[in-house]
């Protein structure tokens, strides 16, 4: 276990141990799935994504925009006495890049009006607002990604 983990984006690895077997796990995976863009689904489509043949990549199913949904991706390892998934959980590759790049921005910012124009007040200001912008947005995404963790626990129950 590190001490510190200095990763930019935040990144969660899990997993879930079943007593099912892993082509049960898989066939009520593929039930609460649904392809990508389809518009209309019926109720036991929580997630959108698609399912492989020991692999997924699922994300949940809202009915309002929400950037900070995580990518579940994973592993379904079969046991002789049931099954486990290893599952990745990552921020979207657009909010990844929205992120660093908004992130990068007001730490320029604050470098510019320390370094080269001097104005300490407007230094703080872009400072906070980074810092403010950054908690706002892993804190969304760990939210998300609890409520995303126990759909998935309850899809393959």
């Given at each position: 276990m590190q001490l510190f983990d200095l990763r930019l984006v935040p990144y969660e690895r899990f997993t879930i141990v079943s007593s099912q077997?892993?082509?049960?796990?898989?066939?009520?995976?593929?039930?609460a799935t649904a392809p990508p863009n389809r518009e209309k689904t019926g109720p036991l489509a929580r997630f959108s994504g698609r399912i492989g043949n020991n692999e997924f990549e699922l994300y949940?199913?809202?009915?309002?925009p929400n950037i900070y949904l995580p990518?579940?991706?994973?592993e379904v390892m079969p046991t002789s006495s049931g099954?486990?998934?290893?599952?990745?959980s990552t921020m979207l590759f657009s909010?990844?890049?929205i992120l660093i790049f908004w992130s990068a921005m007001?730490?320029?910012?604050?470098g510019i009006y320390v370094l080269v124009k001097p104005n300490y007040l407007h230094a703080s200001f872009a400072f906070i607002i980074g810092v403010g912008f950054y908690?706002?947005?892993v804190a969304n995404f760990h939210l998300q990604k609890n409520i995303s963790r126990e759909l998935l626990r309850r899809a393959i129950e």
């Open positions: 077997g892993a082509d049960e796990v898989l066939a009520k995976l593929r039930r949940h199913r809202v009915t309002s990518v579940l991706r994973g099954c486990i998934l290893f599952v990745a909010t990844q890049v007001a730490l320029f910012m604050t908690t706002i947005s």
